[in-house]
């Protein structure tokens, strides 16, 4: 559940199409921006993917690699982390715990 984005290559618009969705139990959103500038959300069925919905943004190629980059930057400058940062992070300090506890073991066989 929550809200899910997806980027989609458009070899023939030379861009980068972002959709964004978000499942809520029992019916998906998918989230667009109006010509005004208005959020407008609809209900899409169990492959929104396969509704020809609107992107909610539309990049040039040649600069939404970059632009995508900025935005995981100023995301980051705010404190807001991927799941996947957390677990490596929580996998470091366990690692680190683990290093530690070897040198015990290791300099107690030894004892120095």
Do not use: C, W
Not at 29 to 43: A, F, M, P, R, S
Not at 80 to 95: C, F, H, V
């Amino acid at each position: 559940m929550g809200i899910e984005v997806f980027i989609e290559e458009d070899f023939n618009m030379y861009a980068k199409k972002v959709y964004v969705i978000e499942n809520q139990g029992s019916k998906t959103i998918h989230y667009n921006i109006d010509k005004e500038g208005q959020l407008v959300t609809t209900e899409v069925g169990n492959n929104p993917m396969d509704n020809n919905l609107k992107p909610f943004m539309i990049m040039p190629r040649e600069i939404g690699d970059a632009i995508l980059l900025a935005f995981t930057k100023a995301l980051a400058a705010q404190g807001i982390r991927t799941e996947n940062e957390y677990k490596i992070e929580g996998e470091l300090i366990a690692t680190k715990a683990h290093l530690e506890d070897i040198r015990k073991v290791a300099f107690k066989g030894l004892k120095i």
